[in-house]
């Protein structure tokens, strides 16, 4: 793992909502520490309701980390496009953060309960 960045366990629930619909909540969170960025949290796939989530083409790589595959969110009243993404297979290091979720705070809340 790349020296400025840590992974750590949440302890307490996290919920994960979109448009003001709850699409997880998770006992197994982390939060991941990179440099002075703000902190991330990832949630396990098992946790967030995969039905509302699309796969998209979009992609970006990391030096860190590797490279990150997005999702849309689809609601009954709003798309949220590459709201979510994910390291399916991340870089040697990074496994804690294999398959987990994360969500761009402008578009999905992440609320610790």
């Not at 020296?3 to 919920?15: A, E």
């Not at 309701?49 to 990391?62: F, I, P, S, V």
């Not at 689809?74 to 496994?95: F, I, K, R």
Request: one cysteine or more.
């Amino acid at each position: 793992m790349a020296s400025h960045i840590t992974v750590s366990p949440i302890f307490g629930p996290v919920t994960v909502e979109a448009a003001g619909v709850v699409i997880g909540t998770s006992h197994r969170a982390l939060e991941l520490r990179e440099g002075s960025a703000p902190p991330v949290i990832y949630v396990p796939r098992q946790d967030i309701d995969m039905a509302r989530l699309t796969k998209t083409r979009h992609r970006t790589t990391c030096p860190w980390k590797g490279e990150a595959s997005y999702y849309s969110v689809v609601l009954p009243a709003t798309l949220l496009e590459n709201a979510v993404w994910s390291y399916e297979t991340p870089l040697p290091g990074m496994a804690a953060i294999a398959g987990y979720l994360a969500f761009y705070p402008d578009k999905i809340t992440v609320r610790r309960c």
